[in-house]
């Protein structure tokens, strides 16, 4: 385990980044503290919860020096091509379907990945020990207008918005309350997703030379993967 071989090595301080989604599906008002108790919806989410609450366990069993970050959904420059942002952008460069879950109505609270790593930062070096930061965006917004503003940016018919099944354990909504990272740290977001995420838009187009790698190993991957299926 990563936790105890930073302890048995003097590790000084381990950082656990954590999620929004270790909290839940958020009602229609008011913002996830740190104190609002651990509720995850997903497999996925349920395993950052357990991993948060190892990490608190071993600050309260070893005193080890451990500080728990938790923040909304990134957005930037290299985010991997799976992720909504950029999945969105690839396939509305090829004039792709657009596959948006259930209504789109979903909400997230958007945070530039600059802002994000000062967080990191600031948590690293100036957080008390046990303790768990919230990290937001102040970028509340439905996952259908985020699609609908990178398709605009690009110049491009809503049309190719394609409504597809939820997914299992879709929560409704996320958001953040950073107050205690901005009162004790000083920390508070910069970026604004409105501008930011058109900056991002034409990040990916001038930077095909960075993803299309990448989606070209995944399809040749799962090339590999059917033809095992089918041979063995």
């Keep these: 385990m990563i936790l105890d071989l930073a302890r048995r090595h003097g590790v000084k301080r381990f950082v656990q980044i954590s999620t929004d989604e270790v909290y839940g599906s958020l009602g229609p008002e008011g913002r996830f ?55 969105m952008i690839i396939k509305a460069l090829r004039d792709e379907p657009l596959p948006v879950y259930g209504d789109g109505l979903n909400v997230r609270d958007w945070i530039h990945v600059e802002d994000f790593c000062r967080a ?19 970028g509340e917004m439905r996952n259908i207008d985020v699609v609908k503003l990178i398709l605009s940016r690009l110049g491009k018919p809503e049309s190719l918005i394609e409504y597809v099944a939820d997914r299992p354990g879709h929560d409704r909504r996320y958001a953040m309350d950073w107050t205690k990272i901005h009162r004790e740290l000083g920390w508070k977001p910069l970026r604004k997703p409105e501008e930011a995420i058109g900056e991002t838009v034409d990040w990916y187009v001038n930077n095909a030379d960075w993803w299309q790698p990448l989606l070209d190993r995944q399809t040749e991957l799962l090339e590999r993967a059917f033809r095992w299926r089918h041979t063995a």
């Design 120 to 138: 990191v930062f600031a948590v690293l070096l100036d957080g008390r020990p046990g303790e768990v930061y919230n990290v937001g965006g102040d």
């Design 33 to 87: 503290t740190e104190t609002a108790p651990l509720d995850p919806s997903s497999p996925y989410s349920a395993s950052k919860a357990g991993a948060d609450l190892l990490v608190q366990a071993f600050h309260r069993t070893y005193g080890q020096d451990v500080v728990i970050v938790r923040s909304s959904n990134n957005y930037g420059p290299y985010q991997f091509p799976e992720k909504l942002i950029p999945l």
